[in-house]
Every structure is written in structure tokens, then in C-alpha cells.
């Protein structure tokens, strides 16, 4: 069937209402979803023992507990890093010790660098820890020190030299709170630094294991702290929809800075290119458009868009900049702002063409550089891949980001009444070789990149945000679009970053599931009207908000709990703007074209019931919405009572 649409000639500057009708609603106690792994009500969510349920529209109550706060077991693996980088022994190499205390007040680990030990291994391992366990960390490093001395520099495992005058300090990462991971972030963590005490050779960290940790821990209830009578307003027959819609309302108020612009989550401060870009594309445009338009300004230097993150430095080998084309043509179509235009068409283009001089590889037609948003090289790389190998690489997710930011420039000229079709065509022709390149016949989707030295090997991984892309941008066709949806891998949780997980890495990018990016998936369901994905989907991203009474930058795959992941944070900004999504793109189906808004809503049969959206501003006009019943397509339409 037809999305209706309404032109923008029609508008004018008074309160109208447009009603769908699909078909009747009915039921007793309403499930929207029911899982082994979780259940979704009208009123709250249930998870094996936990309850999150929602007053009202303005407070949600839950006593979930993170498991992993509760037990640490006592074995755990380590390693040292000279400068912050995985240097000491081979890619996965780890030493491990037993840290149970016994009878002793402060377990002593004595290890000599490069030198993989199992310590304290006769200890029964199936032993929990007790609180606050305190272990001293006692590091050989002679031998470094010494070939200073002899040669003037260090050759790691990996065949690097560091000399004496890089040398920056020596670093403790592992795999247990408050040890982590994360190599690129050691020096500046007080916990990881390494001390010589005696100026000995002989550096010791003393740390202790098992203690609370405050970002583990939750409030057990949400109340609504900001006035949202600026914003729609969303009514619904379940007060747990209508609760989580003015919980992300009430965090993106949170995330709006002194200065104007988005902050990126609770515990990220500024503005991040890629964050900002994805936010804004999903629901930042319309609910903020002032405020998105500073914080992509803020991410603008010398007329060209910043690369703010990523390996290696960032740009070039991360390239996945021109999202930002993305976000500010979203504004464009629902703001009409001929002047944004204008300074947006100009700085894409700047980009892009700087972009063809350094990452467009001529021998593939396609764009080279690191996966879109998957920034951390060890998650979702091959430990034996450096930046340069990273930066010749060429991902599904980052081309198809350079596909439609060639697009977008290519109707932007149009609208500019300059030549577009240079930019089309490069669109077109970067079309053509994803689908030749990366395609994967046998698995019904996408592979991950394309990667390797000399010789270019495709990934067989699925990368949900690459594979939602190119459903969402009509890189596939129709019945590759149809194919990627049914085979993309799904978890009982939700859709993670990549399948399969790379093993021995802790969850974050890998064994991951990133609310922003199932927020995508379920767009991408939604726009072959796919009522089962979306349900899924959709459910998915109630249960973690309901439950952590926050929309959380990430959890873990497997288990669904916002604990044991590298990093995270409460009211993350794109978690926040896929959540908003979902009401706005998936159960009213709004979008914008340059001269008019679209409705194509999809309201799964276990989602039947009537939803209004009320002073919803565009273009002059202010707009009361309803729609009923459920289906994929719309039986009828009627404005002001009018069919």
C-alpha cells in the first residue's frame, strides 16, 4: 500500500489533525512481546526474576541488579604495556593468576616482562572473590632498561623499536574491575600506571579488587526532572511507552549543553562527529533542529568536517566523517533552511573531495578506512592488523555512509540549481561495487570488509549497522534487502555490532549490542514493512530502558546486562535519539522529502491500539497525529475529519 503524504504547499500556520486508520483494536492484558529471555507488557517489562514497571507516563520502577555486580571470580588475566600499547607479549597472549587471598592480606604477583606466567594456579578456581581483595602487581622490566642502555632502544614482541627518549612509562591492563582493556586509554587511567618504587627496575602497582563499583549500581526509579511541554507529546493505551518516550525526551533535554549544542552521553563530554551525525538523522533533527545544527557546526574546521575519532589518529584511517552529509540534509528537508543549505553543500563537498584525493581506493571503486563507529581496532580487527593495514582496508558500513553522503550532494546540488549528476553518477558507480564486492550469495547478507596486505580477503562477519544501511539507503535491491533481514544474525536480546564475536575480546564493539544501531535495524525492518524485526527490535529496546531506568550506550550480548562491557554510559546521545525513533519513524512512519513530510507507519499486531502525537511543529504548521490499529500499510487517511 501507499505512505499518504502531505505537500508542503498545503501548510499553513494553524493547528491540524491527521488520523490512520489500519484496523480495530482488542485484547485483555497486552503482551507486545514475549521471549525466553524477557517479556514486554503495556505496563512493564519482566527478565528472569527482575521487574521494571511504569506508574505512569512520568516514572518508571525497577529493582534490577546487575549480576556481575554481585560476583567476581577470582581468576583473572593481565598483561603490562610499554606507552599505552599492546606490546608486551603476542596479540591474546595474557598472564593469569588466582588472586583468591586465603589467609593473606595482600596478595604479591611477581612477573617478569615478556615472560607469560600462571600464578597461584594450585588455587581451587571456582572461588569467589571476597570484597575488596588487595593485590600488589610487581613487574621485572630489567631487561627493557638495560637494552636502553646497551642500544638506545627496546625491540618488542611485535618487532617495534622504542627508544629511550619515547620511552613514556609502563602500564597494567586486564580483565578484571578496575583492570580493563582498553590500551588506548592506560596513560591516563591512575589505576594502570606502573611506579618504580625503588628505582630498581622493579615497577609495583598496588590495586584492589571487588569493590562496588559505582557504575555497576542503579537507581531503582526515574522521574520525570525536565519540562517537555516544548516537545510532542506522546499518549498511548500503555503508560510503558508512553513512560519511555519522556524518559529519552527527559535525557536529550539533559544532553543539551550551556553552549547550545549535544553533549554525547553522561559520561562523554563535547560533541563527537559520528555521534552527533547518527543522533541527528534519527530524530535530533526534528525535536532539535537549532541545537543540531550547533553541534554539527562545532564539527566543522577549515570548511571541512572533523574526523574526531578513531585508530591511528583518526583521519584517514578512519574516514567515516561524511555521516555528517547525513545529518545535515536531514535538517535541511524538515527545516527548508535555504542558508544551512548552502553552508552544508559547501563543506560536503570540500570533504568529499579531499576524501577522493585520500581514502578512494581506484583499483575497487570504493572508499577505504575504518568500520563506521566500530572505532577500536582490537574489537572488531584481527589482532595482526596495524593502522596502516586498517587504513587500505574497506568496510560495508563506511562505504555505504560515502554512498549516501554522494547522493545527498548530488540533490543538494539540484536544489542549489547547480549540476548534480557528477555526484550521482560517483553515487551510482560506488553502488555497483558494493554489490559486486561484498555480497555474500551463500549467506543472504553483507560481508564486514574487505581486508588483507597484498591480496583482499571479505570478511564473512555480519556488521548490523553496515547491513541496515544498505536496506535504509536502497543500495540492495529488493529482494537482497528482504534476504539481509532474514539472515542477518539475531541474539535474545537484540541484534549485536558483528556475529560471530571475535573470542577472548571483552565485550563492547565485540559481543555487543548497541541500542543506536537496533534502532537502525528496526528502521531499516520497518521500511520493508518487516512487522516480526520490528516487534523484536522494538522490544528489545524497551527492555534495557525500562530495566536500567536509562537508554545505556551499550550491553552485553549474551546477557543483556549494561555491566561487563569496556565502557558505557548512561544517556548516551544516539541510544537516546533510536529510542525517540522508534515513535516518530517506526509507529507514526514520519519522514521528510524536501517539499513535504511522509507517513508510513508500521505497528506490529501485538502493538494494535490507538497513538496520538500531539504539536508536532513543521514548516509553519503544528500537527495533532493519531493513528490505530496495526498493519504495514495505511487502509485510510483523513485530515481535519476530511477522507
Known amino acids: ?268 563530554e563535547g560533541v563527537w562527529t559520528r555521534d552527533i551525525s547518527y543522533s541527528v538523522l534519527l530524530s535530533l533533527a526534528f525535536l532539535e533542529p537549532q541545537v543540531s545544527k550547533n553541534s554539527l557546526w562545532r564539527k566543522v574546521k577549515n570548511g571541512r568536517i572533523i574526523q574526531d575519532t578513531g585508530t591511528g589518529g583518526a583521519y584517514p584511517v578512519s574516514s567515516d566523517r561524511v555521516v555528517w552529509a547525513l545529518a545535515a540534509w536531514e535538517i535541511y528537508k524538515y527545516t527548508g533552511d535555504r542558508e544551512w543549505l548552502e553552508q552544508a553543500y559547501q563543506v560536503i563537498s570540500n570533504s568529499l573531495l579531499d576524501d ?42 563506511t562505504n555505504a555512509v560515502f554512498y549516501q553522503a554522494l547522493h545527498i550532494l548530488g540533490l543538494m546540488a539540484n536544489e542549489l540549481s547547480e549540476d548534480g549528476l557528477p555526484w550521482s553518477e560517483k553515487a551510482e558507480a560506488l553502488k555497483g561495487r558494493i554489490n559486486d564486492l561484498f555480497w555474500l550469495e551463500e549467506k543472504g547478507h553483507y560481508g564486514q570488509y574487505l581486508y588483507g596486505r597484498h591480496y583482499k580477503t571479505l570478511s564473512p562477519r555480519a556488521e548490523t549497522l553496515g547491513e541496515a544501511l544498505t536496506v535504509l539507503f536502497d543500495i540492495a535491491g529488493p529482494e537482497r534487502k528482504d534476504l539481509i533481514l532474514e539472515n542477518t544474525p539475531s541474539l535474545p536480546f537484540g541484534v549485536p555490532c558483528i556475529f560471530p564475536q571475535i573470542p577472548d575480546i571483552p565485550p563492547y564493539h565485540n559481543n555487543g549490542i548497541w541500542p543506536f544501531v537496533q534502532a537502525y535495524w528496526v528502521w531499516a525492518a520497518a521500511s520493508r514493512g518487516h512487522a516480526p524485526i520490528v516487534t523484536y527490535g522494538w522490544a528489545g529496546l524497551l527492555r534495557q530502558a525500562a530495566l536500567f531506568l536509562t537508554n545505556k550506550e551499550n550491553f552485553v550480548a549474551e546477557t543483556g546486562d549494561f555491566a561487563g562491557t569496556e565502557v558505557n554510559s548512561d544517556r548516551q546521545q544516539w541510544s537516546v535519539a533510536g529510542q525517540l525513533a522508534m515513535n516518530y519513524r517506526i509507529l507514526f512512519g514520519i519522514g521528510f522529502e524536501v517539499d513535504k513530510m511522509t507517513f508510513s507507519p508500521v505497528i506490529p499486531k501485538s502493538f494494535e491500539g490507538h497513538y496520538q502525537l500531539k504539536n508536532f511543529p513543521y514548516r509553519g504548521g503544528v500537527y495533532n497525529i493519531s493513528v490505530s490499529g496495526h498493519g504495514n500499510g495505511i487502509a485510510s487517511f483523513k485530515v481535519d475529519g476530511r477522507e
Not at 377 to 383: E, V
Open 1 to 268: 500500500m501507499t505512505s499518504m503524504m502531505m505537500n508542503r504547499a498545503a501548510l499553513r500556520p494553524l493547528l491540524l489533525s491527521a488520523l490512520f486508520f489500519m484496523t480495530a483494536c482488542s485484547g485483555e492484558e497486552t503482551v507486545f512481546y514475549s521471549s525466553e529471555a524477557f517479556t514486554v507488557y503495556a505496563d512493564r517489562v519482566e527478565q528472569k526474576g527482575f521487574t521494571a514497571t511504569a506508574p505512569g507516563g512520568e516514572r518508571l520502577v525497577s529493582d534490577y541488579v546487575s549480576p556481575a555486580a554481585g560476583k567476581v571470580h577470582s581468576v583473572i588475566e593481565f598483561k603490562f604495556s610499554m606507552n599505552g600499547r599492546d606490546n608486551e607479549m603476542g596479540f591474546g597472549v595474557n598472564h593469569q593468576a588466582n588472586i583468591y587471598p586465603g589467609e593473606e592480606d595482600l596478595v604479591i604477583l611477581e612477573t617478569v616482562f615478556g615472560q607469560q606466567a600462571r600464578l597461584r594456579d594450585t588455587i581451587p578456581d571456582h572461588l569467589a572473590l571476597p570484597e575488596e581483595t588487595r593485590v600488589l602487581f610487581r613487574l621485572d622490566l630489567r631487561e627493557v632498561l638495560a637494552a636502553f642502555d646497551r642500544q638506545g632502544w627496546y625491540e618488542d614482541v611485535h618487532g617495534n623499536r622504542i627508544f629511550r627518549e619515547d620511552f613514556q612509562g609502563v602500564f597494567i591492563a586486564g580483565s578484571t574491575h578496575p583492570l580493563s582493556w582498553d590500551f588506548e586509554n592506560l596513560a591516563g587511567n591512575p589505576d594502570a600506571v606502573m611506579v618504580d618504587v625503588n628505582n630498581d627496575g622493579i615497577y609495583e602497582k598496588e590495586l584492589v579488587f571487588h569493590v562496588p563499583d559505582p557504575d555497576n549500581q542503579l537507581p531503582s526509579e526515574w522521574i520525570l526532572q525536565n519540562d517537555l511541554s516544548s516537545y510532542p507529546v506522546f499518549n498511548a493505551e500503555s503508560p510503558l511507552l508512553e513512560a519511555i518516550y519522556n524518559m529519552a525526551l527527559d535525557e536529550m533535554v539533559m544532553l543539551i549543553e550551556d553552549d547550545g549544542t549535544f553533549r554525547t552521553g553522561a559520561e562523554w
Open 356 to 397: 577522493g584525493k585520500n581514502v578512494f581506493n581506484q583499483d575497487h571503486g570504493l572508499y577505504q578506512g575504518e568500520s563506521s563507529f566500530l572505532d577500536w581496532r582490537r574489537q572488531t580487527y584481527p589482532a595482526w592488523m596495524e593502522p596502516s593495514d586498517i587504513f587500505v582496508s574497506m568496510n560495508l558500513g
